[in-house]
Each structure stands twice: as C-alpha cells, then as structure tokens.
C-alpha cells in the first residue's frame, strides 16, 4: 500500500485531466440519475387517460382537499378535547391530534412539490398524450447519449492519466535500474526486475483505474440514487441502507484478502520467472546431465504453487460477488416488507413523530396507572 502511494505522486502531473474527469463523472451520475426519474411521467401517460397537465391539476386539488379534511379533523378533536372532562379522553385526543398533524405537514409538502412540478410541466409538456410520450422519451435519449458522452470523456481521461503516469513510471525505473553496479544483477537476477517492468506495472494501472475511475463514478451514482429515494420516501430508504456498513465491513475484508493474495501471486510469477531464467540460461548444463525431469519437476511444482495461489484469488473474487447480491436482496426485501406495512396499514410514518409518540407514550402511561389504581374509575 506504501508503495503504491508513492506511486500515485506520477499522477500528479496530470491533475488538471483527474480534475475534468471528476467533473465529468459527476454530469453522468446526474443524467443517470435523472434517467429513472423519466421513467414516471412515462407510466403516467400509458397507464390513464389524462395527460400529465390533467393528471397534475387532480393530484393538486385532490391533496388540496385531504389538506382540508385533516384541518377540519384537528379542529374537531380540539373542540372535543376541551369539552371532555376526562384526562383519559384528552391524553387520547391529543395523540390522535398529534398524528392528524403530522399527517397534515407531510401533505403540505407534498402540495408544495406538486405545484412545483405543475409549473413545470405547464411550461415545458405539450397537452396532447401522445406528443408527451414523445417528448418524454427523447429526452431520456438525449440524457442518455449527454450520459454516455460524459462517461466516455471521464474513462477517457482517467485512462491518459494512467497511462501517462505509467510511462513515466516506467522510463523513471528504468533510467534507476540502468546505472545499478553489475554486482547488483549478479546477486539479485533480471526476473525480479522484469516482474517489476511488466506485472507490477500492470497491476499498478489496475489499482490506479479502480481508485480514479470506479471508487470516482459508482459513488456518484449511489449519491444519485440516494438523492431520489429520499425524495420518495426517506423512511424506506433509511431501511435500504441499515446494510450499508455490513457491506463496507465484507467490502473491507475481502480487499484485503485480495491485496494478500494478489502479492502471493506476484511473487510466485516472479518465482517462474527466475526459474525460467536459470532454465534457459544453464540449459548446455541440463542437456550434459540429462537433467530434464527434474527441471520439468521443479516447473510443474512453481506453475502448481501458482495455480493455487490464482485459485484461491479467482474464489475471493467469486464469492465477493454473490455476498454483496445477498446484501442487496435483503435490503430490497426489508424495504418492501416496510413499504407493504405502510401501505396495508395505512401509516405515512414508520416511526411515529415526536408529538405522537410522546401522546401515545403518555396515554399508554394513563391506562397503565388507571388499571393499576381507582383514580379514574366512575
């Protein structure tokens, strides 16, 4: 890890390109983002017979007048709960005065929202279904194409980043290595340096590219989608995320697993390497001694050792996989058993508000203490 730290001050050079391609990363998650929110009107258009001007001007009067029934639901309760003498009665009409209230907010935004998007689909969406429907799809095409040229220009750029910095690395090793004593060849070899040359190089452009371009653009993306659940619903989405650390703690595991397991590897190539070397180099003095098999043997045990070591990386990255799905599955499933709860049980909320909870605390508290005693018998 320290050395490929040290790696990265290559980069540096090419700040300016990590910068665009940052920025570039960041319009594509906005299109992404903006893309599945198409996906509603277009619903909308082929599921009804209005269009979107129509179906807006319902959905607003329709909250309009839920507004008003909640209203005149409070009003009546505080009515009753100063005509009441019990306490027992207004301890009860106070938590349901609590909930019509919340209920009564949440409803406001939403009619907030909802003349927000009137004005907007005024402005911009013809009247005719139709016409919608076409201007709505060619909108997610032209998304997608802005999305696909700004994902273009971030790969792009985050490829000349590592590439560059990958010939300088490269012309920089060399140029050190070139003006080493020769005593240094004799005692360590070529293979540990043509290792260096070739698959450690490699292997440094692949960290590169995951760290500049998806540990950059999948986070943005995850931002996207966050951003628009939340503006659905921020209670299913906070259930959608409890298994967001579980996840970064396998995530975290298994990345390091990798680096393990990927450094083993690295050292059994570069053990073939030195084996191949001394093969190639002495092969007149194999051929004198007849020693073939055991040079076969001594090959087959290296290429064995490695295999195993590629094994064992091949099963981690297959494993990692699945896990992550499974996360996934049971965040999805938690998220719509809550999601059915709320709608069969027609709750706005999961978790009660504050005015709420504390009312029907308190009434709780009032049954409890009146079945325990006389003071509120008849």
């Not at 340096?193 to 292997?203: K, N, V």
């Not at 993306?221 to 659905?232: N, S, T």
């Amino acid at each position: 890890m320290k050395n490929f730290i040290r790696a990265l001050r290559f980069t540096w050079p090419y700040r300016y390109r990590l910068l665009f391609s940052i920025l570039f990363a960041a319009l594509a998650a906005v299109f992404w983002s903006l893309n599945l929110t198409a996906i509603y009107p277009v619903l909308k258009i082929l599921g009804s017979e209005q269009n979107l001007q129509q179906w807006i001007d319902a959905e607003v009067e329709r909250t309009q007048k839920d507004i008003n029934q909640l209203q005149a639901d409070i009003d009546t309760r505080s009515d009753a709960q100063q005509r009441v003498p019990g306490e027992k009665e207004k301890v009860s009409l106070s938590g349901q005065m609590a909930k019509l209230e919340s209920r009564l907010e949440q409803a406001r935004h939403y009619l907030y929202r909802m003349q927000v998007i009137k004005r907007f689909i005024d402005r911009v969406f013809p009247t005719d279904r139709f016409q919608t429907l076409a201007l709505v799809i060619g909108l997610v095409v032209l998304g997608i194409v802005l999305k696909g040229i700004f994902e273009f220009g971030q790969e792009y750029l985050v490829g000349s980043v590592i590439k560059l910095s990958q010939y300088d690395l490269r012309n920089r090793f060399y140029r050190n290595v070139i003006h080493l004593d020769v005593n240094h060849f004799n005692t360590s070899g070529t293979h540990e340096l043509m290792a260096r040359f070739t698959g450690d190089s490699d292997m440094l452009a692949v960290g590169q590219n995951t760290l500049f371009g998806k540990m950059i653009a999948e986070p943005l993306r995850a931002i996207g989608c966050v951003v628009i659940a939340c503006l659905i619903s921020w209670q299913l989405t906070l259930m959608f995320l409890v298994l967001v650390p579980v996840a970064l703690v396998i995530l975290t595991k298994v990345g390091r697993t990798m680096k393990r397991a990927t450094r083993r590897l690295l050292d059994r190539m570069s053990s073939i390497y030195k084996l191949l070397q001394e093969s190639f180099r002495g092969i007149r003095v194999v051929k004198a001694f007849t020693m073939e098999p055991y040079e076969r043997r001594r090959f087959a045990t290296a290429t064995k050792d490695y295999y195993r070591k590629a094994m064992w990386v091949v099963t981690v990255d297959a494993l990692s996989g699945p896990v992550i799905e499974l996360l996934g599955t049971l965040a999805i499933a938690g998220a719509l058993l809550v999601g059915a709860y709320l709608v069969l049980n027609r709750e706005t909320h999961l978790v009660p508000a504050a005015g709420s909870a504390s009312a029907c605390w308190s009434s709780r508290w009032t049954r409890r203490r009146c079945s325990n005693s006389t003071c509120c018998s008849p």
